[in-house]
């Protein structure tokens, strides 16, 4: 399997580059901004899938370019408005997307299982959600917080307090506390290496290199 890396020479790119050897998976192309010995500017030719871990605007140009040359795609980069995502959802018509804020198995049981204990809570207990990552993360707060936030508000009309922490060399971390007058409950996600979203993101594309056209997410792949 052939493979093309968005945003190679950052901390993720260099991640999953070392996570696609570790399964033998080719990276036939790597993409990035600032160009240097073997980093290309574009998708320049066909690859089973690409794998983005770069900035919106650089994620949806290489996008574009999967949907001429019809590759799947992996969609890692979080921090898209509304009128992006809308892009993302047009291009899924034509091509596999996989588009997650978070490749880790753990943080996709979270999705899940998490806006079930909210339900079954009720509004008796408060909930918030407290992400800290390392200094250098542009958005904030994480795509992950954002997801957790929106599905507990889908399975129970509120809206959970939300609150990011930028702090040192901090891989992610990700805390949903549900506090009522007696006891409190609290989940904790932590990522103590990138190599867990890299190798997520390595089975995303796997996947995606078989699938029909659409909008997918990990929990897709997990299942």
Known sequence: ??????????????????????????????????????????????????????????????????????????????????????????????????????????????FKRVPEIARTLGASYDIDIIETHHRFKKDAPSGTAKTLAERIEAATGRKPNVHAVRSGDVVGEHRVIFGTLG??????????????????????AKWAKDAMPGLYTMMDVIQ
């Open 1 to 110: 399997m052939k493979i093309a890396i968005n945003g190679a020479c950052g901390r993720m790119g260099l991640a999953v580059e070392k996570a696609a050897a570790d399964a033998k998976v080719d990276v036939a192309v790597k993409i990035d901004v600032v160009k240097a010995d073997g980093i290309a500017r574009t998708l320049a030719k066909k690859v089973d899938a690409l794998i983005d871990f770069s900035t919106p605007e650089a994620a949806l140009e290489r996008l574009a370019e999967c949907v001429k040359t019809k590759t799947p795609a992996v969609i890692c980069t979080t921090g898209f408005s509304e009128a992006q995502k809308a892009e993302i959802t047009a291009a899924s018509k034509k091509i596999p997307v996989v588009y997650s804020s978070n490749m880790s198995v753990g943080v996709n049981l979270l």
């Open 183 to 204: 006891d409190s409950i609290e989940i904790i996600h932590r990522a103590s290496t990138r190599d867990i979203f890299a190798k997520g993101a390595i089975e995303a």
